[in-house]
C-alpha cells in the first residue's frame, strides 16, 4: 500500500515544522518522565539511609525540575500536536472540497452520498489520527525506551541487556497481537453501509412517516450498527489480551531489573540507592508501548482513509484551457454534436449560437435537450464537435466556464434562507436596489415589497412559502443579476402560465441582448428563429 500520497503529503508539508516541533516536546516531556521516575527512586533509595540534608538537595531539585518540565513540555507538546493536526485536518477538507467543486453531476451521481460523508467527517479525521494515534505513540515508545535503557545501562550493562530483550520482545508481539486481528478488515465497508442507511433514512423521513414504514428505515439503521458494534467488541478483545500481554511483560522486566540489580549490590559492583532505579525504571520504559496495541489495529483503517481521500482528491476533472477573466464571445457552434449517454440513441446537432441569435432547443420530454446542453457545459461526454469560439469545451477549464456561463437547471436549488441571501449567490455585491430591480422584471417586485419582511423574507425549505411559479421566477431573477458572455436555460418558463411566460420570455430576451443565449423549452418563444426541434428528428 502506498504510504505517500502527492496531494495529501502537499497539504501537510506546510505543517512539518510545527509537527517536528510537537514531537520534540514530546521526546523532551517523555525524557523528564524517566527522569523524574530515576530522581525519585534514587532520592527515596538515599534518605531511608539518613544522610545529612544536604546530600539530599541535588536529588531534591531534580525532582522539581523533572517534573515541572515533564507537565511543561507535555503541555506545549499536546496544544502544538493538536493545532497541527486539526490544522492539517482542515487543509485536507478545504481541499477535498475544491476538488468537489470541480465534480460534473454525472460524477456526483456515481458517489453514494453516505460514502462521501464519510470521508469528508470520518476519514479527515482518521488521517488527522495518524499523527496523534499512530506515529506519535510509537515515536514516544522509542524515545521512553532508548532514555531509560541509556540509564540503566550506564548503572548496570547486563540489565540494561535483559531489559532490552524483554522490551523488544514485548514489542512484537503486541504489535503480531494487534496486526493479526482480523477484526477492522470489514470496518470500512459496514461503516459505509451505516452511513448510506442514515442518509437513505433522512432523504425518506416523510415518505416514511407519511406510509408508516419508519420502524424498517430504523431497523436497517440498527443491523448496520450492530455490525459495527461486533467488530468494535472484537477489537475490544485483542486489545484486552494485548494488555495483558503488556503488563506480564512490564512485571517481567521490573522483576529482571530487580534481580540483576540485586545480584549486582550483594557482589558489591552495585551502590545500594541504584537498585530501586534499575527496578523502577522499566515503569517508565514500558508505559508508552500500552497505546502500541490499540494504534497498531488501525493503522490499515487510517491508511485506507488516506488511500480514500487521495483518490477522492485525484478523480476530480483536470481540463486544459483556462479563459482568464471572459468579457465576450462571438459564438457557440455545435456541429454533428450529440450527447454520450449509456443505452440511449440521440440524433447529432448542427447548429449555431451567435450574439442576438439565441438557439431554442425545443422538443418532447426525453428526446435529449437538457442532455445536450449538459454537454456544453462539460456535465456529460459528448460525441462530434462543441466549441466555443473555436475551442472545445471538453478542452476548457470547469472554473472558467462557471466564470463565463451562467446556468438555469431544472429546478435549481433555492436554499432555506432569505430571499435576499438566495439572490446574491448570483451577485454578492448586488445592491438591495438591484436585486428589488432584478425581481420587477420577473414580475414579483409587488409582491416581494409587500411582504412585512421584504427581502429578508425566508424561502422555507425546498422552497414551501412560495408556489412553483414564484420559486421559478426567483431563479429567473438570480439568472439577471449575473453578468456573463454565456447563459444556458433549461425550461425557464417551467410552472408559469402562456400568458406570464411570453412576457418574461421578451424580458429575458430583452435583458440578454449582445449576449450569447441557449434556451430549453417546450414553448415556442416569439422573436426567435434559431431552432432545434428534437421532435421533428
Known amino acids: 500500500m502506498k504510504l505517500i500520497h502527492s496531494h495529501l503529503v502537499k497539504t501537510i508539508k506546510p505543517f512539518r515544522k510545527k509537527l517536528l516541533l510537537a514531537a520534540s516536546l514530546s521526546g523532551a516531556s517523555l525524557f523528564m518522565a524517566v527522569g523524574l521516575l530515576a530522581a525519585s527512586a534514587w532520592l527515596i533509595s538515599m534518605a531511608s539511609t539518613r544522610p545529612p540534608i544536604l546530600t539530599l538537595q541535588v536529588a531534591i531539585v531534580a525532582v522539581r525540575f523533572f517534573g515541572l518540565g515533564r507537565g511543561v513540555f507535555r503541555y506545549a507538546s499536546r496544544l502544538l500536536e493538536h493545532d497541527a493536526a486539526l490544522a492539517i485536518q482542515s487543509a485536507i477538507r478545504q481541499e477535498l472540497y475544491k476538488s468537489l467543486e470541480r465534480f460534473t453531476p454525472k460524477q456526483f451521481a456515481n458517489l453514494k452520498r453516505g460514502q462521501l460523508l464519510r470521508q469528508s467527517v470520518t476519514q479527515t479525521e482518521e488521517i488527522q489520527d495518524i499523527w496523534l494515534r499512530i506515529i506519535l505513540p510509537w515515536l514516544s515508545a522509542v524515545i521512553a525506551a532508548v532514555a531509560g535503557i541509556s540509564i540503566v545501562a550506564f548503572l548496570l550493562p547486563k540489565a540494561a541487556l535483559a531489559i532490552s530483550i524483554i522490551f523488544f520482545t514485548s514489542l512484537v508481539t503486541l504489535s503480531f497481537v494487534a496486526a493479526f486481528s482480523s477484526a477492522r478488515v470489514k470496518y470500512r465497508q459496514h461503516s459505509d453501509q451505516l452511513f448510506d442507511q442514515i442518509m437513505q ?24 450498527q450492530d455490525k459495527l458494534d461486533l467488530i468494535d467488541q472484537k477489537e475490544s478483545k485483542t486489545v484486552g489480551i494485548a494488555a495483558s500481554l503488556h503488563s506480564l511483560f512490564m512485571g517481567a522486566a521490573v522483576i529482571a531489573g530487580a534481580v540483576f540489580a540485586a545480584r549486582a549490590f550483594i557482589s558489591g559492583d552495585l551502590a545500594g540507592v541504584n537498585v530501586a532505579v534499575i527496578t523502577l525504571l522499566p515503569l517508565a520504559i514500558f508505559d508508552n508501548l500500552s497505546v502500541i496495541p490499540s494504534s497498531f489495529s488501525k493503522i490499515r483503517q487510517h491508511l485506507e482513509s488516506a488511500v480514500s481521500i487521495e483518490k477522492l482528491l ?185 400568458g406570464q411566460a411570453r412576457r418574461l420570455a421578451q424580458t429575458l430576451l430583452d435583458r440578454l441582448q449582445n449576449k450569447l443565449v441557449v434556451i430549453v423549452s417546450h414553448l415556442e418563444i416569439a422573436g426567435t428563429n434559431n431552432l432545434v426541434n428534437f421532435s421533428k428528428r
Open 314 to 498: 485525484n478523480s476530480a476533472p483536470i481540463s486544459k484551457i483556462d479563459f482568464a477573466e471572459p468579457t465576450s464571445f462571438n459564438q457557440i457552434t455545435f456541429n454533428n454534436a450529440y450527447p454520450i449517454l449509456t443505452g440511449v440513441v440521440i440524433n447529432p446537432v448542427s447548429a449555431r449560437v451567435q450574439v442576438n441569435s439565441p438557439l431554442v432547443i425545443m422538443g418532447i420530454s426525453g428526446a435529449g435537450k437538457s442532455s445536450l446542453i449538459n454537454a456544453l457545459l462539460g456535465f456529460l461526454p459528448y460525441g462530434g464537435g462543441i466549441d466555443i469560439d473555436g475551442v472545445e469545451v471538453r478542452n476548457i477549464e470547469q472554473e472558467s466556464k462557471s466564470s463565463m456561463i451562467t446556468v438555469l437547471l431544472q429546478n435549481d436549488y433555492l436554499f432555506n434562507s432569505s430571499i435576499r441571501e438566495n439572490l446574491r449567490i448570483a451577485n454578492q455585491s448586488a445592491s438591495d436596489e438591484q436585486l428589488l430591480a432584478a425581481l420587477a422584471d420577473v414580475e414579483l417586485g409587488e409582491l416581494i415589497t409587500s411582504l412585512p419582511r421584504g427581502l429578508d423574507t425566508h424561502i422555507g425549505p425546498y422552497g414551501y412559502n412560495f408556489s412553483g411559479g414564484e420559486k421559478q421566477r426567483i431563479r429567473l431573477a438570480r439568472v439577471l443579476l449575473r453578468n456573463t458572455p454565456i447563459y444556458v436555460l433549461d425550461e425557464p418558463f417551467e410552472f408559469l402560465d402562456s
Open 201 to 224: 433514512s433522512c432523504d425518506s423521513s416523510q415518505e416514511a412517516a407519511l406510509f408508516g414504514f419508519n420502524h424498517q428505515l430504523q431497523t436497517q439503521i440498527d443491523i448496520a
